[in-house]
């Protein structure tokens, strides 16, 4: 969860930081290195942005994603894995016994 965290913080921050040139100059001129230039913020732009795509392959390998989504594609791939998984989730739903769904419903509230 701490590289999901990571990668979150990081992408609201780079939405603030990169959205206009006044926060670059607001930003240079509270730390003293000079006025704001378009090339200036052009290339902190693109490091930024290389940035969240290194924080994104971080989450990607720490969270086990590539998991999550050869499971999820094996349903989408075959009629068979698709019946299978409607079959499974109308038994979650409809089944009195198993609170998976109401667990997860309220985790995520």
């Given amino acids: 969860m701490s590289a999901f965290d990571a990668f979150q913080g990081q992408y609201s921050s780079l939405a603030t930081q990169v959205s206009n040139i006044d ?4 930003a240079r001129e509270l730390k003293g ?7 200036g913020f052009w290339m902190n732009k693109v490091t930024q942005n290389l940035q969240i795509v290194s924080s994104a392959f971080d989450m990607y390998n720490n969270c086990s994603l590539n998991y999550y989504l050869v499971g999820f594609g094996a349903n989408l791939q075959s009629i068979n894995g698709l019946s299978n998984f ?8 409809f ?3 198993d609170t998976t769904l109401t667990e997860l419903e309220a985790g995520l509230v």
């Fill in 95 to 97: 089944a009195g016994d």
């Fill in 33 to 39: 290195t000079g006025t704001a230039t378009d090339a």
């Fill in 86 to 93: 409607a079959t499974n989730l109308a038994f979650r739903v």
């Fill in 23 to 26: 926060v670059f100059a607001a």
